[in-house]
């Protein structure tokens, strides 16, 4: 019981609980290491340091080293990449393409078809491809002339910026710090300040051999209101692990209606790592907010809310002991040395067979041979369905996030000539998360359609939109399958930070900003779901304040609710 105590008064005690907590399942024995890399050095550091530490000096082969432990950015700065990293992405660069009309986004989609180019980003305005420098001239070549000086590069050493984007092996101080000394302990459930600094687990990205045993104490710890299942089995066999987050009031006399859920998924393409640490930093958020805060509590109540981390278990496993940059699963193609589905084109609704890329497994976007032949999208879906037929649960948003390029996405992504039902509520509600978002950090998302996140359009005379190529297919997307098939009606794609500086590798400092929009975002659609339109302020006590604030906030709550309600009233 104390060591929960500590925890509820520290959160920075919770990484280091994890590895006490779980099994020798869970984390894998790195019987590489020699004794030297286990010996405690001469500040002491934590069994979960020296575990992270052994597993990425395994991986690329590093050397163990000892010494003062410093800061991660010192550290990382003076280190260069190791050989296997050099060997595997030292000739690689990233260009930003910028795309002026039809015929040039043609041309790079054929080229990119051709020269079989690892897509990294693109939306109406530009287009981030990763390729090897002497691939360069073979892709200018293809390009008419107003690309071939077209182009910028992103990353000039994609080696150590890779190399960047792992855990530091050295990490700061684990001793209290000065501002915590002289707080005096109690038992008392309370939010400990600056709690988003002094939680370990996201000061780095985590392999799955952490969170799995984190998600588990997290169901322990808070067994009223968190319960952990699987939403699926990977290709691979290993389970596709969820928080199950919320309260059920029981009342005998009335029969329950369905409940409510709310999906948040991450982790469906291997890579984009930010993606699952955010699922994560909600589901934490959410979790220990439940009692301490009446909003959230409410939330809590009235939803259900199904946290995923990664969609995708084997490829994020893959990511971190092979290739930092593996997009797909990792299930067998009919080409043997080409493997993997990309699980956001694998489900069946508008599944493209005629795409080029359908028919070439070294593709990033293979989107396999039929409609979800991706084995986890295709047990994903099955659960999904499973839900609302045989266990009472009607599902009512569904949010899948993404990296990169701060786009909130809504249905429809296999094609723009179809206009969704609900179009001004998913607009609405769009255009509240992408505010929530920018009244936390400043940054600015963009809501459009799926399909126009990535084509450009231009309108002509007679005003109807002429929609440029495509650099990919948009069919097959878990957006549309949720929101047509499943009739889940608040669907969306949220592609996280950043434009493009570091794309998929976005530093780990950038973990809890992302996390904090992430969670006001999804607090605010909890909101707007109960009908408040995400203007209804926490009906806490607050003792104190002056009846002329109290007036002037009801004012600012009527003129939000005026203009929602003008907007609505302008569309029809």
């Known amino acids: 019981m104390s060591g929960v105590l500590l925890w509820l008064e520290v959160d920075g005690a919770l990484a280091a609980a994890i590895v006490g907590w779980s099994s020798t399942k869970a984390i894998p024995r790195h019987d590489a290491m020699s004794t030297s890399e286990l010996q405690t050095p001469s500040r002491t550091r934590s069994v979960f340091s020296r575990l992270r530490d052994g597993l990425i000096r395994r991986v690329w082969s590093i050397s163990s080293c000892t010494g003062e432990v410093g800061t991660s950015n ?56 990763r ?40 990490f700061e101080d684990p001793s209290p710090r000065p501002q915590d000394e002289h707080r005096p302990f109690s038992p008392v459930l309370q939010a400990s300040p600056n709690t988003d600094q002094t939680n370990l687990f996201f000061r780095n990205y985590q392999p799955l051999s952490v969170i799995i045993p984190w998600m588990r104490l997290l169901r322990s710890l808070f067994p009223t209101h968190v319960r952990m299942i699987n939403v699926g089995v990977s290709y691979e066999g290993r389970d596709i692990p969820a928080l199950r987050v919320g309260v059920h009031p029981t009342n005998a006399d009335k029969p329950s209606s369905p409940r409510k859920t709310i999906i948040i998924a991450g982790g469906s393409h291997a890579r984009e790592w930010i993606s699952t640490s955010t699922v994560n930093y909600v589901a934490y958020s959410f979790i220990t907010a439940y ?32 290739d930092r940059l593996w997009r797909k699963n990792r299930q067998q193609t009919f080409l043997r040395f080409c493997r993997g589905v990309d699980l956001d084109h694998a489900y069946s609704f508008q599944w493209d067979h005629d795409s080029t890329v359908a ?15 991706g084995v986890e999208a295709r047990r994903f879906a099955n659960w999904a369905r499973n839900e609302t037929a045989e266990n009472n649960v009607s599902i009512v948003a569904f949010v899948d996030l993404h990296s990169y390029s701060q786009q909130i996405l809504y249905p429809y992504s296999y094609s723009c000539a179809s206009t969704p039902p609900a179009l001004e509520n998913l607009e609405e509600l769009g255009l509240g998360l992408a505010k929530a978002i920018r009244m936390t950090n400043g940054e600015e998302y963009s809501v459009t359609a799926a399909c126009e996140g990535s084509v450009d359009s231009e309108e002509n005379r007679e005003k109807k939109k002429k929609f440029w190529p495509r650099i990919e297919s948009g069919g097959g997307s878990a957006l549309d399958w949720f929101y047509h098939e499943l009739k889940v009606k608040y669907s969306y794609q949220i592609k996280l930070r950043d434009t493009g500086s570091y794309g998929f590798l976005l530093p780990s400092k950038n973990i809890v900003p992302t996390g904090l929009e992430a969670f006001n975002a999804i607090k605010y659609m909890g909101h707007f779901l109960l009908g408040n339109k995400g203007i209804e302020v926490e009906e806490e006590s607050r003792e104190g304040s002056t009846a002329v604030a109290a007036g002037k906030h009801e004012g600012e709550l009527e003129d939000d609710a005026a203009d929602v309600e003008l907007r609505r009233r302008r569309r029809r």
Request: proline share 9%; net charge negative; hydrophobic share 40%.
């Open 291 to 322: 009692g301490k805060s009446q909003e959230m509590t409410r939330l809590l109540e009235e939803f259900d809310w199904v946290f995923v981390p990664t969609m995708n278990p084997d490829g994020y496993i893959y990511t971190w002991e092979n």
């Open 359 to 373: 028919n070439n497994p070294c593709s990033e976007s293979f989107a396999g041979e039929g409609p979800f032949q």
């Open 131 to 170: 390729l090897a420098k002497e691939v360069v001239p073979s892709l200018l070549g293809l390009l008419p002339p107003s690309l071939q000086h077209a182009h910028t590069p992103l990353m000039h050493d994609l080696a150590q910026a890779i190399f960047e984007s792992y855990p530091s092996l050295t």
């Open 74 to 129: 010192d550290v990382k700065s003076a280190s260069p990449p190791p050989s296997t990293l050099l060997a595997r992405y030292g000739g690689d660069v990233v260009l930003r393409f910028s795309i002026n009309s039809p015929e040039e986004a043609a041309a790079l989609t054929e080229a990119v078809h051709v020269l079989f180019l690892d897509v990294w980003e693109f939306n109406a305005d530009w287009v981030d491809i």
